[in-house]
């Protein structure tokens, strides 16, 4: 009944950019932090950036002053705003909201089914 959807991924040139966002739909109640992570082939998924419901961030020492997170509360989307991209951020990128749902209002992990970013030398 709570789906995260992500879409902007792609292939794109050594320092280019591009933007990712996640949509979170269904029977949400209220959602607390989201954050996005990713996951390179042969690598354990880490942490890119998170933002809270207060707009408060939290970056990847990698991805600092190249990446921008945001979030739209009354849309319910968070946002990835990816600058300078190098081809080590090649990855699966996959959105998480912390949120509860109206069925049992019970705060979860939520995930996206994730997208694929590629960046060319």
């Known amino acids: 009944q709570v789906r995260l959807v992500e879409s902007g991924g792609g292939l794109v040139q050594s320092g280019g950019s591009l933007r990712l966002s996640c949509l979170a739909s269904?029977?949400?109640?209220?959602?607390?932090?989201m954050g996005w992570y990713r996951q390179a082939p042969g690598k354990q998924r880490e942490l890119v950036a998170t933002i809270s419901s207060g707009g408060s961030t939290n970056y990847a020492d990698s991805v600092k002053g190249r990446f921008t997170i945001s979030r739209d509360n009354a849309k319910n989307t968070v946002y990835l705003q990816m600058d300078s991209l190098k081809p080590e951020d090649t990855a699966v990128y996959s959105c998480?909201?912390?949120?509860?749902?109206?069925?049992?209002?019970?705060?979860?992990?939520?995930w996206g089914q994730g997208t694929q970013v590629t960046v060319s030398s």
């Open positions: 998480n909201a912390d949120l509860r749902s109206n069925i049992d209002y019970v705060f979860r992990d939520y």
């Open positions: 269904g029977r949400i109640y209220g959602i607390r932090a």
